[in-house]
């Protein structure tokens, strides 16, 4: 659970919380769902939105990963090992910027899989990198 979560339902200890991590776009009025929370563009609607805040990106591996491959020195360098890829849609791509640099890599993922969650622990296992929010990953720096 997210300690987001578990913090909010300490202040508040008449509220409960039924959540579903899902990557689909909810019909949130027809599911009786109170609180969205969406990544990324939102397409128009007649809905109250408002930004919480930004995510950044890096890109992980698990030191057990990492002593057992070849350094990495260029983008193209990761078209040699194993990646990990959240994958919500039929893309497999990540764009990488470095500065005002931006390269767009086409991937060949070991493990594609449409749930962050998973990513993060199959980089925590060691099976490669990935593209993870920064703030998933805080304890693999």
Avoid: C
């Avoid at 987001?4 to 009025?29: F, G, K, M």
């Avoid at 640099?101 to 925590?124: C, E, G, I, K, M």
């Amino acid at each position: 659970m997210n300690s987001w979560v578990t913090a909010y339902l300490t202040r508040n200890p008449e509220v409960s919380v039924a959540a579903d991590y899902s990557n689909r776009i909810a019909d949130i009025i027809h599911e009786g769902i109170d609180v969205s929370i969406r990544v990324g563009q939102l397409p128009d609607s007649e809905l109250s939105a408002r930004k919480l805040g930004d995510i950044y990106y890096r890109l992980y591996a698990h030191p057990s990963y990492l002593k057992n491959t070849p350094p990495l020195e260029t983008p193209a360098d990761l078209a040699d090992r194993s990646l990990i890829h959240f994958n919500p849609s039929s893309n497999s791509r990540w764009e990488l910027t470095d500065g005002q640099v931006t390269r767009h890599l086409d991937l060949q993922p070991r493990f594609s899989v449409n749930n962050n969650l998973a990513v993060r622990q199959a980089v925590a296992e060691g099976l490669g990198i990935a593209l993870l929010p920064t703030f998933q990953a805080e304890d693999f720096n």
